[in-house]
C-alpha cells in the first residue's frame, strides 16, 4: 500500500512520534494506522537512545500553582524544535513535569530525574522523560526546575505560549483576588523586563564596583579637566539609572499611567487600598532555550528530506 504525507501527518498528529518514524510505521504495517499507533509505542526506549545526540533548544517553561498560592513550581523541557514546543502532547507531558516539580523534594536536577514519577511510580522522572521522547519522536531534555513554598502569596505568569515562564512571591496574609492581580501583573513586569535583581540591597557588590569603575573611566574621559566630585556625581547619576533598569522594584511599572510608578509604589498602592501588608519576597523567570545553541534549519527542507520528497 502506497503511503502518502497526508496519513504520515494523521499518525503524527495522534501520536506526537516524528515524521519518519511515523513513515516508517506505516511502512512497516502496511498503512494499518492502529497498528502502525502500537508499533510505535514498542519502539519504547530504543527510539530515545538514538536521538539522544541532538540538540535540544526549543521547548516551553510551565508552572504550577497551589490552589491556596502556597506552592509553586517552575520547570522548562526542552525539544529540538519549534513545532514539537507547540504540540499538544509535549504540552500536557511538561505540565505534568511541573507538577511533579511541586511536589518534589529534590534540590537539583539529577535527584528530580532519580525520583519516582507521580504518575507510575514503577519508572522514574527520567526513565518517563525517555519513553516520551520515544513517543514524540525528538530529543528532549528536562533543563531545570524551581519550587518555591511560602508563608504569603506566590502567582505565576506564562509569557507568548510557555518561551517565558515567572514565578512572583510576597509576604502576606491575604490572598485576596486584588494581591493575586498585582503579583501577576508584578510577573508580567519581570517577563517583559527582565529585572536581574528584586532590589538594590541584592545588587552583587562585585558588579557594582566593576560598573563603578568602568563608568569612572568613562566619565573622566569625557570630561578630563572635572574634578573628582564632579566626576563621583556623573557616576553616581548613571549607576542610579542603570538599578532603576534592573531592580525589579525601582523599575517603572510597565502599566503606570503616569509612566512614573515604579513597581514598589505600586505594590504600596495595592496594600494601602487593601488595608494590608504586602511585600515583594523573591521571583524566578525562566527563558526557554536561555544560553542554549540553537539548530538554524528550514523546516520545509527538513520535512521534503525527511520524507523522500
Given at each position: 500500500?502506497?503511503?502518502?504525507?497526508?496519513?504520515?501527518k494523521?499518525?503524527?498528529?495522534?501520536?506526537?512520534a516524528?515524521?519518519?518514524?511515523?513513515?516508517?510505521?506505516l511502512?512497516?504495517?502496511?498503512?494499518?494506522?492502529?497498528?502502525?499507533?502500537?508499533?510505535?509505542?514498542?519502539?519504547?526506549?530504543?527510539a530515545?537512545?538514538?536521538?539522544?545526540?541532538?540538540?535540544?533548544?526549543?521547548?516551553?517553561?510551565?508552572?504550577?500553582?497551589?490552589?491556596d498560592?502556597?506552592?509553586?513550581s517552575?520547570?522548562?523541557?526542552?525539544?529540538e524544535?519549534?513545532?514539537?514546543?507547540?504540540?499538544?502532547?509535549?504540552?500536557?507531558?511538561?505540565?505534568?513535569?511541573?507538577?511533579?516539580?511541586?511536589?518534589?523534594?529534590?534540590?537539583d536536577?539529577d535527584?528530580?530525574?532519580?525520583?519516582?514519577?507521580a504518575?507510575?511510580?514503577?519508572?522514574?522522572?527520567?526513565?518517563?522523560?525517555?519513553s516520551?521522547i520515544?513517543?514524540?519522536?525528538?530529543?528532549?531534555?528536562?533543563r531545570r526546575?524551581?519550587?518555591?513554598?511560602?508563608?504569603?502569596?506566590?502567582?505565576?505568569?506564562?509569557?507568548?505560549?510557555?518561551?517565558?515562564?515567572?514565578l512572583?512571591e510576597?509576604?502576606?496574609?491575604?490572598?485576596?483576588?486584588?494581591?493575586?492581580?498585582?503579583?501577576?501583573?508584578v510577573?508580567?513586569?519581570?517577563?517583559?523586563?527582565?529585572?536581574?535583581?528584586?532590589?538594590?540591597a541584592?545588587?552583587?557588590?562585585?558588579y557594582?564596583?566593576h560598573?563603578?569603575?568602568?563608568?569612572?573611566?568613562?566619565?573622566?574621559?569625557?570630561?578630563?579637566?572635572?574634578?573628582?566630585?564632579?566626576i563621583?556625581?556623573?557616576?553616581?547619576?548613571?549607576i542610579?539609572?542603570?538599578?532603576?533598569?534592573?531592580?525589579?522594584?525601582?523599575?517603572?511599572?510597565?502599566k503606570?499611567?503616569?509612566?512614573k510608578?515604579?513597581?514598589?509604589?505600586?505594590?504600596?498602592e495595592?496594600?494601602?487600598?487593601?488595608g494590608?501588608?504586602?511585600?515583594?519576597?523573591?521571583?524566578v523567570?525562566f527563558?526557554?532555550?536561555?544560553g542554549?545553541?540553537?539548530?538554524?534549519?528550514?523546516f520545509?527542507?527538513e520535512?521534503?528530506?525527511?520524507?523522500?520528497m
Amino acid at each position: 500500500m502506497a503511503i502518502t504525507a497526508s496519513m504520515v501527518k494523521e499518525l503524527r498528529e495522534m501520536t506526537g512520534a516524528g515524521m519518519m518514524d511515523c513513515k516508517k510505521a506505516l511502512t512497516a504495517t502496511d498503512g494499518d494506522m492502529d497498528k502502525a499507533v502500537e508499533f510505535l509505542r514498542e519502539k519504547g526506549l530504543a527510539a530515545a537512545e538514538k536521538k539522544a545526540g541532538r540538540i535540544a533548544a526549543e521547548g516551553i517553561v510551565a508552572t504550577c500553582v497551589s490552589e491556596d498560592n502556597k506552592v509553586a513550581s517552575i520547570v522548562e523541557v526542552n525539544s529540538e524544535t519549534d513545532f514539537v514546543a507547540k504540540n499538544d502532547t509535549f504540552k500536557e507531558y511538561v505540565a505534568k513535569v511541573a507538577a511533579q516539580a511541586a511536589k518534589t523534594t529534590a534540590t537539583d536536577i539529577d535527584a528530580f530525574l532519580e525520583e519516582a514519577w507521580a504518575e507510575d511510580t514503577t519508572k522514574t522522572v527520567k526513565e518517563e522523560l525517555a519513553s516520551q521522547i520515544a513517543v514524540i519522536g525528538e530529543n528532549m531534555n528536562i533543563r531545570r526546575f524551581d519550587k518555591v513554598v511560602t508563608d504569603g502569596v506566590v502567582e505565576s505568569y506564562i509569557h507568548a505560549g510557555g518561551k517565558i515562564g515567572v514565578l512572583v512571591e510576597a509576604n502576606t496574609d491575604n490572598a485576596s483576588d486584588a494581591v493575586k492581580e498585582c503579583l501577576k501583573n508584578v510577573a508580567m513586569q519581570v517577563a517583559a523586563l527582565s529585572p536581574k535583581y528584586l532590589s538594590r540591597a541584592d545588587v552583587d557588590q562585585d558588579y557594582l564596583a566593576h560598573e563603578t569603575e568602568i563608568l569612572t573611566t568613562q566619565a573622566k574621559n569625557e570630561k578630563p579637566d572635572a574634578n573628582d566630585k564632579i566626576i563621583e556625581g556623573m557616576v553616581k547619576g548613571r549607576i542610579n539609572k542603570e538599578l532603576k533598569e534592573i531592580c525589579l522594584l525601582d523599575q517603572v511599572y510597565v502599566k503606570a499611567e503616569d509612566g512614573k510608578q515604579t513597581v514598589s509604589a505600586y505594590v504600596a498602592e495595592v496594600a494601602k487600598a487593601e488595608g494590608i501588608t504586602l511585600e515583594l519576597k523573591s521571583f524566578v523567570r525562566f527563558e526557554t532555550g536561555e544560553g542554549l545553541e540553537k539548530k538554524e534549519e528550514n523546516f520545509a527542507e527538513e520535512v521534503a528530506k525527511q520524507m523522500g520528497m
